[in-house]
């Protein structure tokens, strides 16, 4: 089993629609939590951290379920520069070292 | 500026042949990493360092070996024994083992011919 697992997509949505991402995680060891965007051939860039309060960023907003290891993304009027691939992003501590996993990335495109 | 820089942004190499990928940081971060990320397909690890003159195999660190000598350098060598090289390599870094929001360089792009 992945240590994080996304819904691959593609997400098809209208401009102006909302659209919600989930992610899970398996390693109850897991601290931090964070979701990325990454444009075609380009890095990786933070997007937003996950907390357990939950957080909002203008018309993003990520949620952490710890009991259910379940983290999710909702998009809120959607642009046409949403179209980007959204990665969930896991940081596992270890004693000595943490190892920070990508889920596989769930692309999303947006139509006039 | 502070930041991550990977180079070169193309590489091409022979097959059979190692080859090594500079990533330098100079953001003061304890933290490295390698990734490896095919078309389509998500980041998967390769090697993690947290500290100089230590380092973790990730889940893909066969055909692949990293030093870290220096806090700033993190480079990794393709080794022939990778049986599939070509693909996008992509270094990061994080403040340390518990500030892990992760900062990637712009990436290296080896094709192996």
């Known amino acids: 089993r992945k240590e994080v697992e996304q819904d691959p997509g593609p997400f098809n949505v209208p401009e102006g629609a909302t659209v919600a991402f989930n992610c899970t995680y398996s390693n109850s060891a897991s601290q931090s939590f964070f979701w990325y965007r990454q444009d075609c051939r380009k890095e990786p860039k933070l997007l937003m951290s996950v907390y357990s309060s939950g957080n909002e960023d203008g018309r993003f907003t990520a949620q952490l379920n710890r009991a259910s290891q379940y983290i999710s993304l909702l998009i809120r009027d959607s642009k046409l520069s949403d179209s980007a691939t959204y990665l969930c992003v896991v940081n596992i501590l270890y004693s000595s070292a943490s190892k920070i996993i990508f889920g596989s990335g769930t692309r999303l495109s947006i139509r006039p | ?113």
């Open chain 2, 1 to 113: 500026d502070g930041g991550i820089t990977q180079s070169p942004k193309y590489l091409f190499r022979k097959e059979g042949q190692n080859v090594t990928l500079s990533c330098e940081q100079n953001l003061n971060h304890d933290a490295m990493y390698w990734y490896r990320q095919d078309p389509g397909q998500g980041l998967r690890l390769i090697y993690y360092s947290q500290i100089v003159n230590d380092f973790q195999k990730g889940d893909i660190a066969e055909g692949y070996s990293v030093s870290r000598e220096k806090k700033e350098s993190f480079p990794l060598t393709v080794t022939s024994a990778q049986k599939n090289p070509t693909a996008f390599y992509l270094c990061a870094s994080s403040k340390d083992r518990e500030v892990t929001e992760a900062f990637f360089g712009q990436g290296t792009r080896l094709t192996v011919v």
